[in-house]
Each structure stands twice: as structure tokens, then as C-alpha cells.
């Protein structure tokens, strides 16, 4: 039996491989190359190793410096992919804006999107992740930063403590309900103080004969004082009253008897009247009063 050489082997195995009738057709394969299951297996092989760091999911410690963090990666690279994510353990505290170099060259690390880290932020020990932004060639840092909130002012956001004091002039505590409802209780009860407190209002007014003029001062008065060059009046209620509280008799005192030269008290004014010889309302005098409520 003669010898045959290495090309006579290759061309027997693959002849044995590619019978259609004990490894199905071969022309059905999803490779770009169909001439033999060799050539077709490397090609399969060449792309997963192309893009084996695309969806790698890595776990490395730091061996880098102080702001300037490094990984070695397995197989190593030279370039990063969209999306490609590493989780490190740092072995250095960052003193302010960082790097990570794995494999592709330093890039920046930047927290929520695109700021700067700022000095902390990745503290000794702790284990970060990042992922590759192409679009804006850096590593987002997307968990393990250090999350520092600061007590809140006038000009910080931060975090307050409540207060139920309602007398508190503290810029830096907030107030609770509590507080808010004293408050409003306190100015409530002001308001209606104010409301119920006596006015007093003086002014003029010009007679003008009629039987029946109204004043209106937009509260309704208890007094009303009237003088003119010629005269000087109360309310007659007012007269009446009076007396009353004096102790002296007023059965034989009608408030009509003082009709003509006493102002009444009316909803929101008085009035004054002009009938046969008025004392308040008479034709063209002008007459000052005094309301109070």
C-alpha cells in the first residue's frame, strides 16, 4: 500500500464531511462562507471572538492610582463598545474628576449622565459600576457612588429638620402641620379682633331738605355725633339708651319725638331727615359726624 500525502488526507476528510446524505447540506449554512464546515466553524469562531467584549459583563479590582483608575481585561481590548459594562473594586478614594482605563484608554467617569465626579464620590473599597457611553466617549458610573446630602439652607437643597413651633425664626427647619395650623389659628382669631374692634370714621355731608337721606360708611355704627354752625346731636337710640343704663325712665321717650334732629342707625350708615324743622338735613348746611362702631 503506497503513501499518500497531507492534501490527499484534507481532501478525503472534508469529501467524507460534506456528503449531503451524513451531515445534512451544507448550502444551508448561515455562514458567508459555505465551501466546507472548516472554513465555516472559523468564521463562527472569528466573529464571537470580534465581539466577545461587547456583551462581557466583568468583574476587576483597580490597579490603578488615586483618580486614575485601571483594569486589565481578559482577552484584553483596545477599544469599548456601546453598552459595555464592568464592575470594579476600587482600592482608592477619588480626590475629585476621574479616569478608568481598560484597555481602551483613560475616559472620564461621570455620574447622573454627564456630571463630574467631585471629591468622595467613589470611596476605598467600594465596588462601582460603569458603562460605556459612545455617544459621549465616557464611562457612566451607574451604582456604587457615594451619596452625601447636606443639610438645606435658604440657597442649598438638601434635607431639613420639621418643627411644630409656631414661633420659630429658624431659616434651616420646616414647618409641620401642626405648626402651620397654629398659625393659621393665631392669625384667624387676629383677624376677627381686628374685625370686631371699634371704628370710627368722621367726615361732612351737605343737607339737602330731603325726608330721608342715607349715610353709608360700610359698617353699622352704635354712635353718631352731628353738628353744624347751629346744632349738635346723638343718635336718639343712643340718648335712649343711656338713660336707661342711668336709671332714668324713658317710657315717656319716643325715638320719634327726636326724629327731626336725631340721626337713626341704619344697616351699614345712618340716616338723617329733613322733615318740617330739621336740625340735621336741612337745605345747603353742611354738617360734620362722628360714627362709631
Not at 10 to 36: C, F, M, R
Not at 71 to 83: F, H, M, Q, R
Not at 110 to 115: G, V
Not at 194 to 215: C, F, M, P, Q, R
Amino acid at each position: 500500500m503506497g503513501r499518500i500525502s497531507q492534501n490527499e488526507l484534507n481532501d478525503a476528510v472534508n469529501t467524507q464531511l460534506n456528503k449531503t446524505s451524513d451531515i445534512g447540506d451544507k448550502t444551508q449554512l448561515q455562514t458567508t462562507n459555505k465551501t466546507d464546515l472548516v472554513s465555516a466553524t472559523n468564521e463562527v469562531v472569528a466573529t464571537l471572538t470580534g465581539h466577545q467584549a461587547d456583551y462581557a459583563h466583568y468583574y476587576k479590582k483597580d490597579a490603578g492610582s488615586t483618580d486614575a483608575y485601571v483594569v486589565a481585561l481578559s482577552p484584553a481590548i483596545t477599544s469599548y463598545t456601546e453598552g459595555m459594562t464592568l464592575d470594579i473594586f476600587c482600592k482608592n478614594t477619588n480626590t475629585g474628576t476621574a479616569t478608568l482605563d481598560a484597555g481602551g484608554g483613560a475616559k472620564d467617569l461621570r455620574k447622573y449622565y454627564n456630571d463630574a465626579l467631585e471629591t468622595g464620590d467613589i470611596e476605598a473599597g467600594a465596588i462601582i459600576t460603569v458603562k460605556w457611553d459612545s455617544a459621549n466617549d465616557w464611562w457612566q458610573v451607574t451604582s456604587g457612588i457615594k451619596v452625601t446630602v447636606v443639610d438645606a439652607s435658604t440657597t442649598v437643597k438638601g434635607i431639613v429638620q420639621l418643627s411644630s413651633s409656631a414661633a420659630s425664626t429658624s431659616t434651616t427647619l420646616a414647618a409641620t402641620s401642626s405648626a402651620v395650623k397654629a398659625a393659621y389659628d393665631f392669625a384667624s382669631s387676629a383677624y376677627g379682633l381686628a374685625n370686631s374692634a371699634a371704628k370710627a370714621v368722621s367726615g361732612t355731608y351737605t343737607g339737602d331738605g330731603t325726608s330721608s337721606k342715607i349715610l353709608s360708611l360700610g359698617f353699622t355704627p352704635k354712635l353718631v355725633i352731628i353738628h353744624s354752625a347751629y346744632m349738635f346731636c346723638l343718635t336718639t337710640r343712643t340718648i335712649v339708651s343711656q338713660l336707661s343704663a342711668m336709671g332714668v325712665s324713658t317710657s315717656n321717650i319716643s325715638a320719634t319725638n327726636f326724629a327731626d334732629y336725631s340721626p337713626i342707625l341704619v344697616s351699614g350708615g345712618f340716616q338723617v331727615s329733613g322733615n318740617n324743622n330739621s336740625y340735621t338735613n336741612s337745605n345747603g348746611i353742611t354738617y360734620d359726624y362722628t360714627a362709631i362702631g
